[in-house]
C-alpha cells in the first residue's frame, strides 16, 4: 500500500500536548546541518522529527516487530525503552493511511504470536490451545498414558461434556464464560464528553480481538485495545475508521449504540 509522503507533516509548533526540544534527532546518526525540523520529545526523553519517528517504526513493523523500541544510543548502548503505539501515533502525527497501516500490521503480528496455555487439568501438562473458537481440547499426555482419549473442557478445566467443536460451553453443569457474564451484567457509562449518547455497557470485548475493554469516559468515543492494538469506537463497536466514515469523535455514532454483546469476539490468526 502507499503511504503518503511524509514531507506533508509537520508538527505545530503550538501544540502544548508536545515537548519540543533544541537537541539533535537522537534517531539520527547523521542529522544534516541544514536540518531545522522540528524535534519532539519522547517518554524516554529521546528527541525525533515526525520523519525519523515515522520511519523507524515503519522499518521495525515490516520486519516484523510491532514492539516499538527507542535505538538512540546512550553511553554507547541502545536506549531500547518500549514507546506505546499511542505514543509513536501522537509523536508521528501518523496520517488516516498510516494508522491503517500500523494498525493491522500491529495486530496481525500480535495474533501470530498470541498463545493460549493453560495447564491440562488431569496431568497439569501446559498445552497450547491452537484453536481459539473450540473449548473442547484433548491432552496429548493423558490421552496417550490412560490410552483412551482425554478431552477436557477449557472453560470450566472438567472432562468434556457434549457435542463439539464449541466455542461458548460444554454441557457440565455451571459451565459458564466469565467474560460473557460481565458483558451481560455490567453496569452502564455515560462517555460525558461526547454529545448526546445515552448510557452504554460499561464493558466491551475488542471487536478483533475479544479483549475485555473498558472507557475512562473521558475524551472520544474511542479506545484502543491493550491486547491487539486495534481501535475502536465503545459506542457503536465498529473500528474507529468505519464508525468516522459517517460520524465524528464526539458525536452519536450513524447506528446508535451497540447493545450489549452476546458472544465474544475470537481473534483470528491471518
Ligand atoms: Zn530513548
Ligand atoms: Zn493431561
Ligand atoms: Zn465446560
Ligand atoms: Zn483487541
Ligand atoms: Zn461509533
Not at 25 to 32: A, G, K, R, Y
Not at 97 to 121: G, H, Q, S, T, V
Not at 145 to 168: E, I, L, M, N, Y
Not at 173 to 197: A, F, H, P, Y
Amino acid at each position: 500500500m502507499n503511504l503518503v509522503d511524509e514531507e506533508d507533516k509537520i508538527y505545530d509548533p503550538r501544540d502544548t500536548t508536545l515537548t519540543f526540544v533544541d537537541s539533535p534527532d537522537d534517531l539520527d546518526p547523521l542529522p544534516s546541518e541544514e536540518d531545522d525540523s522540528l524535534r519532539a520529545q519522547m517518554s524516554c526523553g529521546h528527541a525525533v522529527t515526525l520523519e525519523s519517528l515515522t520511519g523507524w517504526c515503519r522499518s521495525l513493523l515490516d520486519q516484523g516487530n510491532y514492539v516499538f523500541k527507542c535505538p538512540a544510543l546512550k553511553d554507547g548502548e541502545r536506549c531500547n525503552a518500549i514507546w506505546p503505539y499511542r505514543e509513536v501515533r501522537r509523536l508521528a502525527a501518523l496520517t488516516a493511511e498510516e494508522i491503517e497501516y500500523f494498525e493491522e500490521n500491529i495486530a496481525r503480528l500480535a495474533a501470530m504470536e498470541f498463545c493460549d496455555f493453560k495447564a491440562c487439568p488431569g496431568c497439569k501438562t501446559f498445552l497450547e490451545r491452537k484453536d481459539l473458537t473450540n473449548l473442547c481440547v484433548q491432552c496429548t499426555v493423558c490421552t496417550s498414558d490412560k490410552k483412551v482419549a482425554f478431552q477436557f473442557c477449557w472453560q470450566c478445566f472438567k472432562p468434556w461434556k457434549g457435542r463439539g467443536p464449541r466455542s461458548d460451553r460444554c454441557d457440565n453443569e455451571g459451565c459458564i464464560n466469565q467474560d460473557l457474564e460481565l458483558l451481560r451484567t455490567c453496569k452502564t457509562t455515560i462517555l460525558s464528553q461526547v454529545q448526546g449518547v445515552g448510557p452504554c455497557p460499561s464493558i466491551r470485548a475488542c471487536p478483533t480481538c475479544g479483549q475485555k475493554t473498558e472507557h475512562d469516559t473521558t475524551g472520544c468515543k474511542n479506545v484502543i485495545c491493550t491486547r491487539c492494538q486495534v481501535e475502536f469506537c465503545f459506542v457503536c463497536l465498529k473500528r474507529t475508521r468505519v464508525c468516522l466514515q459517517t460520524s465524528s469523535h464526539f458525536n452519536p455514532c450513524s447506528e446508535g449504540i451497540a447493545p450489549r454483546q452476546t458472544s465474544i469476539p475470537v481473534w483470528h490468526r491471518k
